[in-house]
């Protein structure tokens, strides 16, 4: 073997745990589940993975703050009806986004 191929396959080897590791860290995503059904417009924020807390501003048909420090959370604000958010969330990896509903 010559010197770039050893050179490009400890590379490769060192990339695959970063590549897995970031993996990991990108499925906890924040969602927001709708609330109960009568109450005003308003949601419950999480994350996917159960994980990672979020502090977000949702935006869709209206806005709202939401955060899921320690546990799931509400999310509240001024909604005008149902329907699809999204989130711009700052969480422990640094910027999320995350989508939802509310009712």
């Known amino acids: 073997m010559n010197k770039n ?3 490009a396959a400890i590379a490769a080897a060192a990339i695959v745990p970063a590549i897995a590791l970031g993996a990991g860290t990108a499925a906890a995503l924040p969602i927001v589940n709708p609330g109960p059904a009568g109450a005003p417009f308003d949601g419950t924020q999480s994350d996917t993975g159960g994980v990672n807390a979020y502090t977000c501003v949702w935006m869709g048909p209206g806005v709202g703050f939401g955060s899921n420090a320690p546990a799931p959370g509400p999310v509240t604000g ?23 509903v509310v009712e």
Do not use: D, S
């Open 78 to 100: 001024l909604f005008f009806g149902p329907g699809v958010v999204n989130g711009m969330c700052l969480g422990p990896t640094g910027f999320a986004t995350g989508i939802g």
């Open 5 to 7: 191929t050893v050179r």
